[in-house]
Each structure stands twice: as C-alpha cells, then as structure tokens.
C-alpha cells in the first residue's frame, strides 16, 4: 500500500509508459513498441509540441492565444508557397513569417486595442482559413496540380538523418553498422521495446524535426534564465508591477505574442514541408487547440509540452499503423485508472478515486467484450487520450496570475 | 539643511477632479517626513507625479538640488526614488530574487547572472539589517516579509529617497513595529522616508516633519514636537472631529446567533477551521479579529452558507439553518455585507436600482404576480437609502462603478440595512474609504445596535473593532483562540493574540 501512497505526482506519468510495455509483449499489440510506430509518433507529435510553444511563449506573457490554430493555416500555406516558389528551407522560414504576421495582429489587438483574447483569438481562426483560401486561389492561378483548396508540390525536401553506427546511418557513402535495430530485432522483454523507442528517435528523422526538438531546452533558457525571459514572464503574472520597474509591458507581449505566432507557424509549415509536400486546406485539422491542450497537460512547463505532444503523436501513430494495437490501449487506460483511484483513495479524494474507479471498470468490460476497436473510434483516439489524461492530470494547473486580463498602461491593479 | 525632494506649485486636474492644486513641500534629507490626508485628499497623485506614473499639469519637482523631469518610473529610480506601493508590486509566482531584480537588465537573451545578483542583494540586506529568503516564491510569503522585499526591492535599485504608500494599512501591529524599526534603521544610514498614511499615531511615532493634505490642497507642514493628534486630525479634516457618544443602551442576554463546534475541512484534509463556537446576542456587536487567512472569512461564510461545513451546528432565531441555502437564509433575517464591495456587494456594470434588488429578487415587494420585477419599489428603495446613507450620485440609474468606493460602501450598508434584518454580517465595512463615509457607517451601525441589532464585525483596523465591538473574539489559524472585553482591550493586546504571540 506504501508504494500507491510514495507515487508521487512526478512519477505517476511514467507509469502509462511502463502499461505500455506490458501490454506490448502480447503479439496483438506488439506494434505499441516499434521503432516504427516510435518513429511516426515523433513525427505526428512535432507540430503540436511547436503550438504547444507557442501558446507557452504568448500564455507567459498573459495572453491567451486560441488563434494558435488560425496562425497554423497561415503557416501551412505561407509554408507551402515559400516551398513552391524557393525551396523547402525557405519555405519553413517564410511559414514562419506568416505566423508571426497573424501573431502580431492578435498582438495589436489584444495588446493595445484591449479586445477581449478570446474574441481576437476566434477572429484569427475564421480569418486565417478564409486568408488561405483566398491566397491560394489568387496565387496559384495558372499553375498546373493546384486548385482553390490545394497548393502545388513544394520543391526540394529538408533531408533526414540517422545516427551512424547505432542506428546504421551513413557516413559519406559507407554503410555503419545498425547497432540498435539489430537489439529491437532480438525481442527481448524490455530492453528490445526500449530499443524501439530510441531508434525511433535516431533513425530517418528529420532535420527540421531535430531543430523542433531542441527548441525545447532553448525555450527552457530563454523563459527561465535570461532577463527577456524573466520580464516576459513577470508581464504575465503582474503587468503593473513590471511597469513600475521599468519594463515595457507591451513591448514584451508583443514580442511573446508574435514569437508564439512564428512558433504556429512552423508548426503549420511542418505539416507540409515535413509532411505532405503540398498545402491542403484544412490540414491543421485542431492541431493548434491539441497543442493548447498540450501546453495545459504539460502545467506552462516546455518539458510537460514535450510529454504532452508525444502522448498525442504516439496515439496518433498507433491509430495509423495499427488499429488492432489501439484495442490494447483500453487495457492500459483501464489500468491507469485503477492506479489513480487508489492514488486518490490514499489522498482522501474520495469523489476523484470512486470516478476513476468507475471509468477504470467501463474500459475493463469494454476490453473484455471486444476484440477490436470500432474504425470510427480508432481515429478519435488521439483525441479521446488527450482528453483522458488531461481531465485526470489537471488538477494542479499554475496559471500565470493575470492571464486573459487586458493591461493598460498606467493602471495600478 | 540639504534638501531631498522640493516640490514647488504643483497642479494636476483629472476630467472633473481637481487632483492636486498648487501644492509645495518640502523633505529634507535624511529626514522622516508624512503626509497625512483623508482617502482622496491627493496624497496618492502627488506620489504618484513624483514617480512619474503621472505628469502634472504645471510646476516643478527638484530632486536633491537638481530641476528634475521625472516622466517615467524608469527616471524615478535613475533619480534614486523608490516606491513602496499601498497593493504591493510583486509577481506572486516568480521567487523573490526574481522579483528583485526584474527590469534591471535590458531584456536581452544572455544568462541572468544570479549568482552575482544574489551576493550584491545580500549585501543590501545586511546594510540595512533587513531579512529574507530570497529563492522563496512570494506566494509563500507573510504580508510583513511581502512589504520587506519591496523595500528590498527599491533600495537595491540605489533608492536614496523611499515612499512609502500607506504601508501599515495592511500590517498587524507587531509587523509595523518590525517595519518602523526598519525605517529607522534605513534613516541612520541617510535614506529619506516619505511616509503616506492616514493614521495619526504612527505618523506622530516615526515621523520627523508632517505634511497635512485636504482636498487637494497642502493645508501646512508642521514638525512633529509641535503638533499634537487632535490638531492634526483637525487640519487633515478641516473641522473639529466628532466624538463618539459611549454605548447608552446595553446588551440584551437572547442569543441571535448560536454557532457550536463548526468545522470544515478543504480538499486536502486541512482544517480550515475547526473547534468554532461563539453567540451573538440581541443588541450586540461581536466582533472577530484575526490576520487574514485565518479562518475568520471562511466562518462567516459558513453562516451565510457559501462555505460547507463538515460538522457542527448554527442555529439562527433558535432555528437551524444548517440545511437551508443561502438565499433561504438571508431572506429569513440575516444581512450581509462582504468584506469585498466590487467583487461580492455590487455588480459594477448594473445601476444602483438593480443592485438593490439582487438577492432579494424573492421578496414580495419587488416580485410582481406575474414573476417581472417590481421597478418602482426598487426605485423607491434605492432613493431611500441614497439620502439615508448621503450617497453621492447623480440618481438611481447611475452604474455602480460610477461611484467612489466610499459612496459604493455606503449604499452597500444602506441596502444591507434597510429591510430590519436581525443579524448583520458585516465584513471590513469601512475598509479602504475616507473618514467622512467611515464615520457614516460607524454611526449608523451603533444607532441599529441600540435599535436591537446584532452585527457580526470583522475588521481588519483594529481601533474600529476596539471601539464598535461591545466584545471581540480572536481567530488564530482557524481556531478562536480567545474572547476579549472589548471595553478594555488595546491594539497591541489584539495584535499579540492575532499573531499567537499571546494566549
């Protein structure tokens, strides 16, 4: 009983990982733990984790940003037009632009126009896919493979790399040995499911994937330990005070407003330089309120973000490869549960731990009286997992204080 | 004798207010120096054109000798002023170091550098002998040490001159004696104290000059062995000040109100409060002291039934009311007035008429036949309590947000008042309004007493719960921990068993 009580909120995360494994070693769901499934789940994540990022930069400062989806779309087609008409890495920078242009109109109006963020932020959505439309048709008027809701190929690609020696990449024209793969073939309990994981991680990944990645250490930096970081941060949890001590309030929203608009938009661009090659109206499909979701999962933290996307991108992924793999996550979420209602239990929630211990029974019956997963279900279930974990992680959300809240200059409290 | 702060001929209008007219002063350096005035006697903008939140008008400030043009806070500090603001300046999630040196680097993407930092402000603090952790969060931290860093905060930042806005409003009496000890110290050391405060007895403890304001206007400057209390408080509000009439009638032995052994957990198993029991008599004025915080806001909750209790029992007119909603229970004779007026009391978007109907929309006078309200006697009602209470508004249709906060205080009394309720409630009734309008509500609540009225008072100003309470209980992290006579009781009695110092 001591161990339900020591699993602190930490370390309760990892045990859907642990399930996962489990579960894993049936021959049903062993695609749960491939490098293949590892791979795309990667993939899949990326673009959330960029809006989750983005709605972190603007969120800190005290904005909320429901437009994220809206600066997506424009990423997707400024991507893609940069992409048609320079080149793939030109085309991620100018997505990026157009992201960052509907970043700072959300910035102008929420900033210092005061409109509500969540009217500017709906008004970014509609207008952003009624500006791509628009745009597509005007600018690809004469062009052969594009139509009013579809943009030509792009040219070029980003390129992919895979770690020598370990992951059998290349070094000039010689082949390395895969050492990794070699192990996740051997299929041993554990160790060949975390060779899974890792070479999913090392293997044919994308560079601009790479970049994505390691976007959240320097979101770490620059937020907690430089002094734009700090001022943008103190904007968001007490404009006035930060006025008093000099900093320019405005200024530092609008700088996390337009960079949580870049971020969406290379999200956006992601999508279709990494992705589908093309732009393709409605694309996004709500990436950019998953990402919110993210960003909310992960508690403003970008490391959480990180986990929140990949919790995404690996249900994503196993609904692509393997729909009968998706049975098996009923198990695991009914397992969860039963976790967090003695966890509750423990903690004296007792409302909390008799609800889990409800739904843990439902997906317990449900996993024994079926043997597959209706093909409806299975493409909701990114979205059904986000909505799980989310409603039973978010009990200790740290808002930034005077989110939502409009500032004006020169107003005490 | 150097002369820190010299301002000549300063004017500023708001839209239909004249802020500040033609006023002069003059703080020397290394002095302590007040301004004392009623809430809206233009202390607060005089500051704040001092520290350049606000431009004047026309006239000139010269700061250390020097002609200075403050037009920004940036300036201010760059010309050694610091402020101590009245509602504190502080990021509660972000830690105290961060809190401190906020702003002081360009925001450029380099490393802060903390440890440097860190070392340069324990240097101040050991300067000035003030104290604290500095990688706690300010969430974390007590109302006292919040005030602390604050001043941290701005001597960090070179202050020569320090303004203080109000700073014992918030404090018990035990932490103002921590913060003059402070102040004192930061005098030897030649910093210049410009105090702001409204409460003659620590401005006549710490001050050296004292400055008095009305209306506006500076009325005089005065040194402080030449003043006495009753002068000053004469000068800050230009007549001579009523005296209240001791207590004529006494208390009757029926209780109204019966709380026994009240208790409420929150979601984490913590007592919010525990142990509570106490009566409130016909005719009497209980009244609860207790730091914020310490269960007494939770209680009186509990009675008015916005807070669940686990166990316990409240009897009301020797009726339980434990079961009964909230509207059921103050349509059936309890008024409540919430400690705060813009969030709880009024709906500041809704006119005055509206906002005497809401919560008592039930109530047959202003519910028609057919279920429509009843205008007229709202109306009616809301004019009723305007020339009660001398609220000063244009009419009845005026939204609440219109008024001042001590026009929107009265009205709230009035309205709580008016329809012979036989318990009040009455939570900071006079927080944070002037003199006038506090005087006000201190009569009208002694007058219903001797009508027969029972008032429940919690108050953070303790000289008003001292003198309105015929008794006093005291709250100490969720416990009553005490029951006073409020006949013979001082301030600082109160304070040490607020703070568990005594018991």
Redesign the interface.
């Known amino acids: 009983m001591k161990i339900f009580r020591s699993l602190s909120k930490r370390y309760i995360i990892f045990t859907p990982i642990l399930l996962v494994i489990v579960v894993a070693q049936v021959e049903t769901y062993s695609q749960l733990t491939t490098s293949g499934t590892f791979g795309a789940a990667i993939r899949l994540s990326i673009p959330i984790l960029l809006a989750g990022l983005g709605g972190l930069y603007s969120e800190k400062t005290g904005v909320v940003n429901i437009g994220l989806e809206g600066m997506m779309i424009m990423g997707t087609w400024f991507g893609a037009w940069g992409g048609f008409t320079f080149g793939a890495w030109q085309g991620v920078f100018i997505g990026m632009l157009g992201g960052a242009l509907f970043g700072l109109i959300h910035a102008i109006a929420t900033v210092s126009f005061q409109v509500d963020h969540i009217v500017s932020g709906v008004a970014i959505n509609i207008l952003a896919a009624g500006v791509a439309r628009f745009l597509n048709v005007i600018a690809y008027q004469d062009v052969a493979f594009a139509s009013s809701t579809a943009s030509p190929r792009i040219q070029g690609d980003i390129g992919k790399f895979t770690m020598p020696f370990l992951a059998g990449g290349k070094i000039g024209e010689r082949e390395t040995s895969n050492f990794i793969g070699s192990i996740e073939d051997l299929d041993i309990i554990l160790i060949s499911d975390f060779a899974g994981l890792l070479l999913g991680f090392l293997s044919n990944i994308s560079y601009l994937t790479l970049f994505a990645l390691a976007l959240v250490p320097v979101s770490i930096l620059?937020l907690w330990?430089?002094?734009?970081g700090?001022?943008?941060?103190?904007v968001g949890?007490?404009p006035?005070?930060?006025?008093?001590?000099?900093?320019?309030v405005y200024?530092?929203k609008y700088?996390g407003v337009t960079i949580s608009g870049a971020l969406s938009g290379l999200a956006g661009s992601y999508l279709v330089v990494a992705g589908t090659g093309t732009y393709l109206e409605g694309q996004t499909g709500g990436r950019g309120f998953i990402g919110l979701a993210s960003m909310l999962f992960g508690n403003y933290k970008p490391f959480g973000i990180l986990m929140g996307s990949g919790l995404f991108g690996f249900a994503d992924a196993l609904q692509l490869r393997s729909p009968q793999a998706v049975h098996g996550l009923l198990i695991i979420i009914s397992i969860f549960l039963l976790v967090l209602t003695f966890k509750s239990f423990f903690?004296?929630?007792y409302k909390a731990s008799f609800a889990s211990f409800i739904f843990s029974a439902a997906f317990l019956i449900w996993f024994l009286n079926s043997t597959s997963i209706p093909n409806q279900f299975v493409y909701f279930t990114p979205h059904i997992t986000t909505l799980i974990v989310l409603s039973f992680a978010n009990q200790r959300i740290?808002l930034?204080?005077k989110i939502g809240v409009p500032y004006k200059k020169?107003e005490?409290? | 004798m150097k002369s820190a702060i010299n301002i000549k001929n300063i004017t500023k209008t708001y839209p239909g207010v004249l802020a500040n007219s033609d006023v002069s002063i003059n703080v020397y350096s290394g002095h302590i120096h007040a301004i004392v005035g009623e809430n809206g006697a233009g202390k607060s903008t005089l500051m704040k054109m001092l520290y350049g939140m606000v431009k004047p008008d026309s006239g000139s400030i010269e700061i250390f000798e020097n002609k200075a043009n403050i037009s920004s806070p940036k300036e201010a500090i760059n010309l050694g002023i610091g402020m101590v603001h009245q509602h504190f300046m502080l990021a509660k999630n972000l830690t105290v170091l961060e809190n401190i040196i906020l702003g002081i680097d360009k925001p450029f993407l380099k490393n802060i550098k903390l440890a440097k930092y860190r070392s340069e402000i324990q240097k101040v603090m050991n300067l000035y002998s003030l104290n604290i952790d500095l990688d706690q969060y300010v969430d974390e931290l007590s109302v006292g040490e919040k005030q602390r860093v604050e001043i941290i905060k701005v001597l960090y930042r070179g202050a020569k001159i320090l303004i203080l806005d109000e700073p014992t409003a918030v404090l018990v009496p035990q932490e103002v004696d921590e913060l003059f000890k402070n102040l004192r110290d930061l005098k030897d050391n030649g910093v210049t104290v410009l105090f702001i405060s409204h409460k003659l007895d620590e401005v006549l403890e710490i001050a050296d000059e004292i400055s008095v304001m009305r209306s506006g206007q500076m009325i005089d400057t005065v040194l402080n062995s030449n003043v006495s209390k009753i002068q000053l408080a004469e000068m800050m509000i230009g007549k001579s000040l009523p005296v209240p009439p001791p207590r004529a009638t006494s208390t009757s032995e029926v209780a109204i109100l019966k709380v026994e052994n009240l208790k409420s957990q929150d979601e984490d198993g913590r007592n919010i409060f525990t142990d509570i029991s106490f009566e409130v008599n016909k005719s009497e004025i209980l009244g609860i002291a207790g730091v914020e915080g310490n269960g007494q806001k939770e209680v009186v909750e509990a009675i008015i039934g916005i807070q669940s209790i686990d166990s316990g029992k409240i009897t009301f007119m020797d009726q339980d009311i434990k079961n009964k909603g909230t509207r059921e229970r103050l349509e059936s004779g309890i008024s409540f007035i919430p400690e705060d007026r813009q969030l709880q009391a009024m709906i500041m978007d809704m006119n005055l008429t509206n906002n005497v109907i809401i919560g008592r929309q039930n109530i047959e006078k202003y519910k028609s036949n057919l279920g429509t309200m009843k205008t007229k006697n709202a109306v009616k009602e809301s004019e009723k309590v305007i020339s009660a209470f001398e609220v000063k508004t244009p009419g009845t249709s005026t939204l609440a947000t219109a008024l001042s906060g001590g026009n929107q205080q009265k009205f709230v009394v009035g309205r709580e008042l008016e329809d012979d309720p036989s318990l009040l409630i009455a939570s900071q009734p006079t927080r944070g309004i002037d003199i006038g309008a506090q005087a006000l509500i201190w009569e009208k609540l002694r007058k219903s007493r001797d009508e027969g009225l029972s008032v429940l008072l919690i108050s953070a100003d303790l000289e008003e719960l001292i003198g309105l309470s015929d008794r006093i209980i005291v709250f100490y992290q969720g416990k009553l921990v005490k029951e006073l006579d409020a006949k013979n009781v001082t301030p600082e009695d109160l304070g040490g068993y607020m703070t568990g110092l005594k018991k």
């Open positions: 620059v330990f430089t002094p734009l700090l001022q943008m941060r103190s949890e007490y006035a005070g930060s006025e008093s001590l000099g900093v320019n200024l530092m700088i903690e004296k929630k740290k930034p204080e020169g005490i409290n």
